[in-house]
């Protein structure tokens, strides 16, 4: 079973950790500025209400600049797992765990020696749980994750871990413990509550449940994402690139580095005016279907929605077609 564990603590590998506080770090630490890690009162009942702080939207102010120069530069990717990287479907058997298709592939990009790219776990699914879908998922490769952390990394009371609720996942936790920064980090997930802290370090996937699994049309999301990632790759500042509306150019990524309109009109950037994403919008696409949760402690999708991005076709179909260039140039087969 796959130890869980961060690369700052690999002195003690422990089956069981929870994230300290801040440590000394060459751009500082991210919870100073009127907003310290969630607790976990926060967590729950404060959800609704959480907000970014003054710090982070500042940072993302800061224009990014598209250049080579930034290609090199370590990006930590933050993979959920149910519903974003797996489906799992209960049975007389037990949860039975179904990879998301080009799953493999997705892995093999983020982890090629040539990608500027780090990967951690950060899932609300149970620790015993979150082993089983990280070795279904990576394998051998798990050994070269940044970290994995699960439930018992919330900051949950015993009662909240035990049963269905909302949770927040404050990237800053994670800032406060490893070496980055909203310039440098993108979180992947299905749910749009989880980043409400850091909505421009979020990507936020269509859900992968029972109707994508048995759906007859290949589900081709894996393979955008690589698309993205490999513009965020070349992006000095991940948030800012979010927030200027990135996301939805994937044919005009430096006129969106920029902030500027481009050449896509309203039509396709849903919710996005003068260049930049309103934080809000991606609370207010159309419903998903609710899927079961993860287990029995997992919080209820009350708020599922479509993220803006996959919203428009000419968008999912332009970072489609540059993840299979991406896939080609590293000879990477999907």
């Avoid at 130890?3 to 060459?26: I, K, M």
């Avoid at 479907?89 to 080009?102: E, F």
Wanted: hydrophobic share 35%; aromatic share 8%; proline share 7%.
């Amino acid at each position: 079973m796959h130890d869980r564990y961060d690369r700052s603590d690999q002195q003690n590998h422990s089956t069981s950790f929870v994230p300290t506080g801040p440590r000394d770090r060459e751009h500082g630490s991210w919870n100073l500025d009127g907003h310290a890690p969630t607790t976990a009162k926060e967590t729950i009942a404060d959800t609704e209400d959480a907000s970014p702080s003054k710090k982070y939207m500042n940072a993302s102010l800061q224009a990014s600049i598209t250049a080579s120069l930034h290609g090199n530069t370590p990006k930590l990717v933050v993979l959920d797992l149910n519903g974003t990287l797996v489906f799992r479907k209960r049975s007389n058997k037990g949860r039975q765990i179904h990879p998301r298709p080009y799953v493999s592939p997705f892995v093999s990009y983020i982890m090629h020696q040539e990608s500027p790219f780090r990967a951690m776990i950060w899932s609300s699914a149970r620790p015993e749980n979150v082993d089983k879908m990280v070795k279904e998922v990576f394998g051998e490769r798990s050994s070269a994750l940044e970290a994995v952390w699960a439930r018992d990394t919330l900051g949950l009371t015993e009662e909240q871990y035990a049963t269905k609720v909302q949770t927040l996942k404050d990237l800053s936790k994670i800032w406060n413990r490893l070496p980055y920064s909203p310039f440098d980090t993108i979180l992947i997930d299905d749910s749009p509550l989880k980043a409400r802290l850091q909505p421009y370090n979020h990507l936020v996937l269509k859900d992968y449940d029972q109707a994508l699994h048995r759906s007859p049309i290949p589900d081709e999301t894996l393979l955008a994402v690589v698309g993205i990632l490999s513009e965020i790759a070349q992006q000095s500042n991940v948030c800012n690139w979010i927030r200027n509306g990135g996301l939805h150019r994937p044919y005009n990524s430096e006129s969106s580095a920029a902030g500027g309109s481009g050449t896509d009109d309203s039509s396709k950037s849903i919710h996005v005016a003068n260049g930049e994403l309103d934080p809000t919008a991606i609370l207010l696409g159309t419903q998903q279907s609710a899927r079961q949760p993860d287990d029995p402690a997992e919080e209820p999708d009350a708020a599922s929605v479509e993220p803006l991005w996959f919203q428009n076709l000419d968008t999912v179909r332009g970072w489609i077609d540059r993840g299979k260039a991406e896939l080609r140039r590293l000879n990477i087969r999907f």
